[in-house]
């Protein structure tokens, strides 16, 4: 971790200081995790738009999604998507531990898959987060645009990839994807997007109509 990451991160203001523990556990076994400062935005923004429904790609055991319920107010339904059952169940035991106001819904299954199995009303979801294979990241924003509300957000993990999506050396499937993806949100006209260098990258992205 270099030295602003650090700064920043002793900043941090948590809104349950179990999430640092889960985090530090998360590290020790090698499991993949949004930054806390990636987890801190997820809040803010969760705090800003007051979201009745959230749709979370790529879930994991659910530390991204906890911080995300946690700036929750009730009424609102998160539907987390990934495709190990292993982590469906740790996630709803965690979950467990904590007094949540949103209701969380966990599916087992390929994201877009899932996505579409679900038939989301047009203009009804408010928040929709990408941490899931980074290559269906386009295909996943088209299937999204429409079931989002105008002026809600997508936000999508992991999108500078530890910095290859700048190097012309790098031309895995994996960064073509992503470079693809980055000049999409940045040209389409009914989106207004910005990345900021937090974590691997995070790309915050708003539909205008």
């Known amino acids: 971790m270099d030295s602003l990451t650090s700064y920043l991160r002793n900043l941090l203001s948590y809104p349950d ?9 998360a590290k020790e076994e090698k499991f993949p995790v949004v930054e806390p400062e990636v ?3 997820l809040y803010f923004f969760t705090k800003l738009l ?11 055991f659910g530390y991204s999604a906890l911080w995300i ?17 292993r982590n469906r169940q740790r ?4 979950f467990s531990q904590f007094e ?22 047009d203009g009804s979801l408010d928040l929709v987060v990408f941490d899931h294979e980074k290559q269906n990241y386009s295909e996943s924003l088209e299937l999204v645009l ?12 992991d999108v500078l990839w530890r910095g290859e999506v700048a190097s012309k050396s790098s031309k895995s499937l994996k960064v073509n994807a992503l470079r693809f993806f980055l000049k999409e949100i940045f040209h389409r006209e009914e ?6 260098p937090l974590g691997d990258g995070v790309a915050v992205i708003q539909k205008l109509f």
């Open 17 to 25: 200081e179990r999430l640092k523990k889960l985090y530090q556990l």
């Open 39 to 41: 987890g801190n935005l």
């Open 50 to 60: 007051k979201p009745k429904l959230v749709v979370e790609f790529g879930s994991g």
């Open 69 to 85: 319920a946690l700036a929750c107010d009730k009424g609102c339904t998160i539907h987390c998507i990934d495709y190990q059952e």
């Open 91 to 94: 996630a709803l035991e965690l």
């Open 100 to 121: 949540l106001k949103a209701e969380i819904v966990y599916h087992i299954g390929e994201a877009l898959t899932v996505f579409n199995d679900l038939s989301f009303e």
């Open 146 to 157: 429409p079931k989002l509300k105008r002026g809600g957000l997508i936000i999508a993990d």
């Open 191 to 196: 989106l207004s997007s910005f990345v900021c």
